[in-house]
C-alpha cells in the first residue's frame, strides 16, 4: 500500500538548522512532483515547497524562500527539506504529499530556546 514516512523533525533553537527526510513507497514516486506542507496550532495547513518530477523545477513559499531547499532522490524514493536559519514561526507539524494526494503522518519541528 501507498506510505509516505517523514522524518527528521526535533526541537531546535532560533538560527538552527534540521533537515526532514519523507521516504515513499507503493506507487511510483519518480511520476510525481512531492510537495511539503505545514500546519501549525490554530493555523491551516500551508504549503511550503514544491519540486517537479525529475527535481529540476522547485517553488517555495515567500516565508521561507532562501532558507529552505528542497531536493529529491528518484533513486531512493525519498524527498527532503533542508531548513536552515529557523524562526519560532516555523515550529509547526510538516507534511509531505504526493500530487497524486498521498500525505504522510507529519513530523512535528518546534523552534524554540
Known amino acids: 500500500q501507498v506510505q509516505l514516512v517523514e522524518s527528521g523533525g526535533g526541537l531546535v533553537q532560533p538560527g538552527g538548522s534540521l533537515r526532514l527526510s519523507c521516504a515513499a513507497s507503493g506507487f511510483t514516486f519518480s511520476s510525481y512532483p512531492m510537495s511539503w506542507y505545514r500546519q501549525a496550532p490554530g493555523k491551516e495547513r500551508e504549503l511550503v515547497a514544491t519540486?517537479?518530477?525529475?527535481?529540476?523545477?522547485?517553488t517555495y513559499a515567500d516565508s521561507v524562500k532562501g532558507r529552505f531547499t528542497i531536493s529529491r532522490d528518484n533513486a531512493k524514493n525519498t524527498v527532503y527539506l533542508q531548513m536552515n536559519s529557523l524562526k519560532p514561526e516555523d515550529t509547526a507539524v510538516y507534511y509531505c504529499k504526493a500530487q497524486a494526494g498521498f500525505w504522510g503522518q507529519g513530523t512535528q519541528v518546534t523552534v524554540s530556546s
Open positions: 519540486i517537479s518530477s525529475a527535481g529540476g523545477i522547485t
